[in-house]
C-alpha cells in the first residue's frame, strides 16, 4: 500500500518534471514521449494515472538530464558528420560553398557533395536519374497506401529530378489520392532546384502537400529535431499556394528565395569543421485552395507521422563509408520511418561498367565501390532485424537489381572521326563524380593529358559510357 503511494507521488512529480521540461524546451509532449520512450501517447497515458515501471522513470529523468545538458552545451546532431570526418573522410552535404575543409585529424576531408557544378554536369549529361525514377516508380504497384494520403519520404531530393519523376508516376497511378511528400535537403541550391521543378506538379495534382526539410536522416522523417535546443528554434514555415495556375505557383515560389536563403545556411562544426544546419528548418507547400481537403495530411509541429508507403533512398551515402556507418545513420532510421506495407528502395553504384574502367586507367586498383547491397541488407539486419521483425530484405538477382544508365550522346558525337572534345569532358567528370574521387588527386591526374587520353580510349572502344548502379528492398510487412 505504502509501495503504491509512493509509486502514485513518484508519478506525479514525474509528470510535473515532464511538463516543466517540455515548457521549457517548447517541446510538444507528444514529441517528448517519441524521443524519450517510443511512445508518442507516454505523457497522455501517465496523465489518466496508468501506471509506469521504476525502469521507465528512470529513463525519462537520464532523457531530462541527457538533453538538459545538451541544450546547454549546445550539441548539435547531425547525419554523423562528426563520424564521417572522424573517419577522416568526407563531410556531409553543404551548400555550394568550397570543396574542402580541414577534418578532425588535421586532413583535408572531401566535401564531395559540395561540388555543384560536377553535380550539375553529371545530372545533365547522364540518364541516372531518368532511370532511377523509373526504377522506383515500379514500386507504386506494390504499396498500398492509406487515407489520408499516400506518403512518400525522398532520402535527398538533390536536384529533384528523381522526386519530380516520381510525383508524375504517383499522378498516373492515383489522380485522386492526397500526396504527403518529404523530402530531405541541406543544400540550399538543390533546394532551389528541387522546388524550380514543382509548380506544374501542384497544378497537376492539387491535393498535394509538399515537405521539404534540412533536418538529419534520424530526424527528418518525423519533422521532429533530436535535440532540444534544435526542437526549440525549429523553423517552421508554412505556405499556402494561392492561384491556381503553374505560373501563379512558380511566382510565388520564387519569392521564397529570401526566406529560403535565412532557413538554408549552414555552418562549421567547430569539432570537425564540417556542415551542420543553423536553424533547423521546414517548409510546408500546398494549395491554399485545397486546405480544407488537406487538413488531415498537413503536418503541424510535433506532429508528424513517420509511416511512409515510400521511402526513396538514392545515392544516399557516400561509396567508401563504412557499411556500418551506412546503415546506422542512413538506411535503419529510414527503415524505421516505414508504415505498414511500406517500402524502402534504395540506389547506390555498382561499378563494373566503362565509367569505372576510365577511373581505372589512371588510378589503377581504384575501387571505390565497397559495400554490395548484399552486405549492406546482412548488417542491416543483423542491427535492427531483432527489433523489427515485419521487416524484409530483398537483394534481388543482378538482373533485377542492377540499372544501366548512359551518358547521353549523339550518333555523331562518338565516331571513327574523333569525339568532341565536351564529349570527353563530360565523360570524364561523369567517371569522376560517380567514383567520387577527391579534388586533390584530381588536380594531379588533370595537370597532363594522361586523363583525356584515357576517356578517349574507353569510349571509342565502347562505343559510348555507361555506368550500372544496384537497387535494393527494404519493406515492411502488412498489419
Ligand atoms: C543525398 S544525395 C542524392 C540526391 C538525389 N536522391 C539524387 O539521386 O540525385 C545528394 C548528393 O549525392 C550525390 N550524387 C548523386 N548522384 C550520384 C551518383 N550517381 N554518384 C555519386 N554521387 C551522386 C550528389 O552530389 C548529390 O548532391
Redo the contacts with the bound molecule.
Keep these: 500500500m505504502g509501495d503504491a503511494n509512493d509509486m502514485a507521488t513518484i508519478q506525479k512529480t514525474l509528470l510535473e518534471e515532464i511538463e516543466a521540461f517540455c515548457k521549457a524546451a517548447d517541446m510538444a509532449v507528444t514529441t517528448f514521449g517519441r524521443e524519450a520512450v517510443n511512445d508518442g501517447k507516454f505523457v497522455g497515458r501517465i496523465r489518466q494515472g496508468k501506471k509506469v515501471t521504476t525502469a521507465t522513470v528512470e529513463r525519462v529523468r537520464q532523457f531530462i538530464a541527457d538533453h538538459s545538458a545538451d541544450s546547454r552545451s549546445q550539441n548539435s546532431g547531425d547525419d554523423g558528420n562528426k563520424e564521417m570526418a572522424e573517419a577522416g573522410k568526407l563531410a556531409d552535404?553543404a551548400d555550394g560553398s568550397g570543396t574542402e575543409v580541414s577534418g578532425s585529424d588535421g586532413q583535408a576531408a572531401f566535401r564531395?557533395?559540395d561540388?555543384r557544378q560536377?553535380?550539375l554536369l553529371?545530372?545533365n549529361t547522364c540518364s541516372?536519374?531518368w532511370v532511377?525514377a523509373d526504377r522506383v516508380g515500379e514500386e507504386l504497384a506494390r504499396i498500398h497506401p492509406k487515407p489520408p494520403a499516400v506518403r512518400v519520404y525522398?532520402?535527398?531530393?538533390?536536384?529533384g529530378?528523381?522526386l519530380t519523376r516520381l510525383m508524375r508516376q504517383m499522378h498516373c497511378r492515383f489522380p485522386t489520392f492526397p500526396f504527403y511528400i518529404v523530402g530531405k535537403?541541406v543544400?540550399l541550391e538543390?533546394v532551389r532546384l528541387g522546388l524550380e521543378k514543382m509548380p506544374d506538379r501542384f497544378h497537376e495534382h492539387p491535393a498535394t502537400v509538399l515537405v521539404v526539410t534540412n533536418l538529419y536522416y534520424t530526424e527528418s522523417p518525423w519533422l521532429s529535431p533530436g535535440s532540444v535546443q534544435s526542437a526549440a528554434a525549429l523553423n517552421w514555415i508554412e505556405v499556402p499556394l494561392s492561384g491556381d495556375t503553374s505560373h501563379e505557383f512558380e511566382t510565388q515560389i520564387t519569392d521564397l528565395q529570401s526566406t529560403l536563403a535565412d532557413g538554408w545556411q549552414v555552418r562549421s562544426s567547430e569539432k570537425t569543421g564540417n556542415p551542420l544546419y543553423v536553424r533547423p528548418s521546414v517548409l510546408v507547400l500546398y494549395r491554399e485552395d485545397h486546405k480544407f481537403l488537406l487538413d488531415q495530411v498537413i503536418p503541424r509541429p510535433g506532429f508528424a507521422r513517420a509511416d511512409y508507403d515510400l521511402v526513396?533512398?538514392?545515392?544516399?551515402y557516400r561509396?567508401r563509408m563504412p557499411v556500418e556507418f551506412k546503415v546506422e545513420k542512413v538506411i535503419a532510421p529510414l527503415a524505421k520511418a516505414l508504415g505498414p506495407g511500406g517500402r524502402l528502395i534504395g540506389?547506390h553504384?555498382h561499378g563494373n561498367d566503362p565509367g569505372l574502367e576510365i577511373v581505372q586507367k589512371i588510378w589503377p586498383g581504384e575501387e571505390p565501390f565497397q559495400t554490395d547491397r548484399h552486405t549492406l541488407l546482412k548488417v542491416l539486419k543483423q542491427k535492427i532485424g531483432g527489433t523489427h521483425r515485419d521487416l524484409n530484405y530483398k537483394a534481388y538477382s543482378d538482373q533485377k537489381a542492377l540499372l544501366r544508365y548512359h551518358m547521353h550522346t549523339l550518333p555523331s558525337e562518338i565516331d571513327r572521326h574523333g569525339i568532341g572534345t565536351s564529349t570527353l569532358l563530360a565523360a570524364w567528370n561523369a567517371a569522376i563524380?560517380?567514383a567520387?574521387i577527391e579534388d586533390t588527386r584530381l588536380e594531379e591526374a588533370m595537370a597532363g593529358g594522361a586523363y583525356l587520353d584515357a576517356t578517349r580510349e574507353v569510349l571509342a572502344e565502347r562505343g559510348g559510357l555507361w555506368?550500372f548502379?544496384e537497387s535494393f528492398v527494404v519493406s515492411r510487412r502488412r498489419v
Design positions: 552535404k564531395f557533395y561540388n560536377k553535380y553529371f545530372v541516372e536519374k532511377v525522398d532520402a535527398g531530393m538533390g536536384d529530378t528523381v535537403e543544400s538543390d526513396v533512398a538514392s545515392q544516399p561509396a540506389v553504384s563524380y560517380v567520387q555506368f548502379d
